[in-house]
């Protein structure tokens, strides 16, 4: 009977480098177990972590199955292993605990639906109940309901009757005997729902604090809201009602969520945006938006400083770090820098394929395929395959995969992995015989792939730059690989590849103020001073449009389009000025253009100064207006 599996242990031996042995470890998910571990410094070991407790080293999946499943020599192993144990102790990121807030705002349709749930969850909760319809002398009932979000949850503002100004009233008692319905009680509660408006009770109140119409605006912050059977938000009366499911808006049905929320925990700052790259402008309340519509969870929020993550709201489905074009969305677990660094040591062959998936998906498709091998074929755990971009997707490519196989649970609706995975095919259709080369598939699907021998392969060069300076440019070197093999000349077009593309510009209107550089973050725009000149390289152009929008002389324009030619990854001329030289030192302090239209307008403005003072530097003007003074 089997009691244990063989894990592989990466571990200093006395040699230059840590070298790999095997070690048998027990198996049992009901009981994991600490390793016990072979004496000598120990690094990593495969395994799972669900099938380990309190490792004192970090547990590689992607060694366990290259190991059991693929047919990678003891040296290839090695390797894998080193890039895995670099990658797991390098992650880095914040954490903080987030305390429990058990305050909730409840609302219900009767008093005796409240009283319920108070009954039930009040030792737990801190209830504030809220009426949607009826009257109750102990809860207040809301009217002209309207929610907003709010920083730290949701605001509510409504409307509740007030009938009497307590702050106001005596209580001398006169109103409660004349009221022929004796709607109001001994706690200057008066019950609309039975008053027929007499007036009475108002006519004898000495002190005329009785107001049958009057109405009081409140205003709630609450982290969560829970709405109780019956009551709709979408059509309660209510106005204005403006709300999105993002952790704040539960119901009696999904409870078990709210207390997860309201429970303390820990919160890891893995989603990070780096707004110095970033080509939303927050200031300016323009550019590119993509992970805000990709995010639906309410996560990302935008304000002066650009693209903020809502660390308590991210659930890391990835969407935002796939879709974002320069790469200032980043996963911390696994992040583009530490993608690329990570094969500088581990060689694809041209017929291999490289599956991708998730611990929890790998450890099925290992339990299930015990015992078998498969050919060229590099598995990687990877945290999130839902944050995987073209960059990523092309790059293995590059570095010889025939195949990118993602692998998933079930069908989902991703747009921003869907939307990665048909750019790479649409490019890799001119590379790869026009077969497809990234496919999604379950884990039947996997199996039957894997045992299908690849169609031709892509290019036979293998991409040997593993340096990183940012996502847009790694992109932009892949490409320019795979256009210098193939000598590519198509275009991609349509929406698919509307994040690309070049900028025009006329320049009888350009008057080289540059204001599109100032914004351009990615460079992709950029000026030589040297020259006078802009200059742009359409390849790291996202489409953005900040640099349309700045242009004062409304002299740029985009042309969409990712061209596959040598052109494209470029720097191109745009526009350049004649220097404006000073009539006497030489020196250049402008452009003529821009001078011209200075004088322009300082000659229709300011008509009795003398404009030939500004043909000269600054240093040569104050010495001509000194000697002018003297003479």
Known sequence: MQSGFQSYILRYDGSG???????????????????????????????????TNDSPVPISPTLQLNADLSDFSSGQLASIARAE???????????????????????????????????????????????????????????????????????????????????????????????????????????????????????????????LYGVEKRTLHTPALLLLEGVDLENPGTSDTIFTEKNTVFTEKNISRLFAEICACRIDETITCDNTICQYIGRLDQGCEQCLHAC???????????????????????????????????????????????????????????????????HKFWWLNHGHRFAHTFFLEHPSVEALNLMHLLFLLALGANRILILRDKEHDDLSLSRQIGQANAIAGDLCAGHPVVLTTDLQGLRDLLATTPKAPCPADIYSDFSFTGRRQKLASVL????????????????????????????????????????CRIESLVADSEQFALLQTPILCTQCT????????????????????????????LAQAEPMRCRHCGKIFGTRQSFERVMHVLQNKQPELDLDLFSYCEDCRVLQMIAGTNA
């Open 480 to 519: 320019a690989f795979f256009t210098d093999q193939k000598k590519l000349t198509n275009t991609c077009s349509g929406e698919l590849f509307s994040e690309f593309g070049a900028v025009a510009c006329d320049q009888n209107r350009c008057s080289s103020c540059l204001a599109c550089v100032g914004e």
């Open 296 to 362: 639906s969870h309410g996560a990302l929020q935008k304000d002066e400083d650009g693209i903020r993550v809502d660390q308590e709201r991210c659930v890391e489905c990835g969407a935002c770090v796939a879709i974002c074009p320069t790469g200032a969305m980043q996963s911390l677990r696994f992040s583009d820098a530490r993608f690329i660094e990570y094969f500088s040591d581990i060689h694809l062959d041209s017929a291999s394929t490289v599956v991708l998936g998730s611990e929890h998906l790998l």
């Open 85 to 211: 144990l670099n990658r797991l102790t390098r992650i880095n990121y914040r954490s903080f605990i987030k305390e429990m807030n058990p305050r909730v705002v409840v609302i219900g349709k009767t008093a005796a639906a409240i009283d319920r749930f108070t009954d039930t969850y009040g030792s737990v909760l801190d209830i504030e109940p809220l009426l949607s319809t009826g009257i109750d002398p102990d809860i207040c009932t809301a009217e002209e309901l309207d929610i907003r979000e709010a920083r730290n949850g949701l605001r509510l503002s409504f409307l509740t009757r007030v009938p009497i100004d307590l702050n106001r009233c005596t209580y001398c008692g006169s109103c409660g005997p004349i009221c022929p319905e004796q709607c109001i009680d001994e706690h200057l509660f008066l019950d609309l729902g039975k008053c027929s408006f007499c007036k009475e009770c108002i006519m004898i109140c000495p002190e005329e604090v009785i107001d």
């Open 17 to 51: 480098k840590p070298a790999l042995s095997e070690h048998t470890l027990p198996l049992h998910p009901a009981q994991p177990s600490s390793p016990d571990l072979p004496e000598g410094k120990t690094y990593l070991i495969s395994g799972f972590s669900s099938l």
């Open 546 to 573: 900040v640099c349309i929008s700045l242009c004062p002389e409304n002299a740029l324009t985009l042309v969409p389009g990712l061209t596959l030619s040598k052109d494209f990854f470029n720097p191109k001329l």
